[in-house]
């Protein structure tokens, strides 16, 4: 599947007018000394490019015959032998499309002749002050030259509203990228309920996903792996994964992979014995409960915060019968007294980054949902070894499902929904 950038750079040049946008790429970040982390491309540089470079900045111009350019390193045989081969400006505009293409280090002088007559420049203040300097000296340079008939951008706009916006509606081969991150998260998935067993370290089932991962081509993890068991569960960013599973435990595992820049966002919860004690399946098939009733919200018009409601309502009603909180419903509902054992939302967005970008409310009023956004459904409930006033035989025990799902006029198509989640099937792929 291959997806049309140029396509994707002729909307936004049709948005911008007698605009330019400026996009520089994502940073190096440096894990310890002289070693860097792993470089991810900046998702809105990519998602017009396709470039995965550091050290490079995509601007794109309306109105101009050449609109996309790129600044890039240079060809560099002595720094190639040690990172690999770079693009260069010529493959800049042979291999990725640019209409022009500059060195990096030219940046600074290019930049304001790409401003020349700009009404508007669409760039993001504030996230690296370094490169906030170079593009407002730029707009000081073109100024200077006001007498000369030049006029410079007198607005600067953040990017996202036009990027975000256009992001944030997947296109067909988007959402076949999708699917197949939603499908080796399916299979590994699978592969942790078969491996897990009482005595393993949470770390084991972690390295197994992380197998089925990169085995089937995903190129990262969409976001650091949740592998929690027993009370680990009820830690909403646990991280460790170091803990020993006992027989007694559920392990809850909140992992996905990022598939040619597209995130797949995947949580269960399944008992490490195999078997669902009497107290585990009460929680957890009031979870469920609540996600199936979400997910039946979901459709092209509706918004985030009813999805979440339908999840709010179900699981008061769920926590009042199991004693963990008091009734009447409509008292706890008001009150809020289910987030002590929920404190999060049920939803976000999905797309290239694991919590997608667009606005969820315009104008102080939740969003309607449009075909083709793509969400998260994860209710849960999350009940502390400590939690006062909560019956013991609850305590300890937490439930997270989550699924992705893509919003149509007829409802939600959930894209992980064969990876098992009632009680018989889980019971079924443990075993």
């Not at 304001?112 to 340079?141: H, M, Q």
């Not at 942790?192 to 992380?210: D, F, I, N, S, W």
């Not at 179900?314 to 009447?328: C, D, H, K, R, S």
Request: glycine share 8%.
């Amino acid at each position: 599947m291959t997806i049309d950038f140029k396509q994707r750079r002729q909307r936004v040049q049709d948005a911008l007018g007698n605009a330019v946008l400026l996009l520089p790429s994502a940073p190096l970040y440096i894990r310890n000394n002289d070693v860097e982390h792993e470089y991810r491309q900046d998702s809105d540089l990519f998602y017009l490019s396709g470039f995965d470079e550091p050290e490079s900045v995509l601007c794109l111009r309306g109105g101009k015959d050449k609109p996309f350019v790129l600044f890039v390193r240079s060809r560099d045989p002595e720094r190639e032998v040690w990172d690999g081969v770079r693009a260069g400006v010529d493959g800049a505009v042979s291999t990725h499309g640019a209409d022009e293409a500059h060195a990096i280090a030219d940046l600074a002088q290019k930049l304001p002749e790409l401003l020349e007559n700009a009404t508007r420049l669409y760039y993001r203040l504030g996230r690296d002050r370094g490169f906030d300097d170079l593009v407002l000296s730029a707009i000081d340079k073109v100024r200077a030259r006001a007498k000369l008939g030049v006029s410079w951008p007198v607005e600067i706009v953040d990017p996202t509203v036009l990027v975000h916006e256009l992001r944030r509606v997947k296109s067909r081969e988007e959402l076949d990228l999708m699917r197949s991150a939603a499908t080796i998260t399916r299979d590994a998935h699978l592969a942790a309920m078969r491996v897990t067993q009482p005595g393993k370290h949470e770390y084991e089932v972690e390295a197994v996903m992380l197998d089925v991962f990169r085995k089937h081509g995903a190129e990262r993890l969409a976001y650091g792996p949740i592998v929690g068991s027993g009370p680990n569960a009820t830690v909403l960013h646990y991280r460790r994964n170091d803990r020993r599973m006992q027989a007694s435990d559920l392990l809850l595992i909140d992992a996905g992979c990022e598939y040619r820049y597209y995130a797949s966002d995947v949580t269960r919860t399944f008992p490490v014995s195999g078997k669902f004690s009497a107290p585990q399946r009460a929680i957890y098939e009031v979870v469920l409960a609540a996600q199936l009733a979400s997910i039946a919200e979901v459709r092209a018009g509706a918004t985030l915060e009813t999805i979440h409601d339908a999840s709010v309502r179900v699981i008061a009603e769920g926590l009042i019968a199991l004693g963990l909180i008091e009734g009447p419903l409509e008292a706890a509902l008001e009150k809020q007294a289910y987030k002590k054992y929920y404190m999060h939302r049920t939803c976000h967005y999905l797309g290239m980054d694991v919590h997608d970008v667009g606005r969820y409310f315009i104008d102080g009023k939740a969003r309607p949902l449009d075909t083709g956004v793509v969400i998260t459904v994860e209710p849960g409930i999350y009940v502390a070894e400590n939690a006062e006033g909560a019956p013991e035989q609850y305590r300890g025990i937490g439930v997270r499902i989550e699924d992705d799902v893509l919003v149509t006029p007829e409802g939600g198509a959930v894209l992980t929904g064969d990876i098992p989640k009632s009680v018989d099937d889980v019971e079924r792929a443990c075993a």
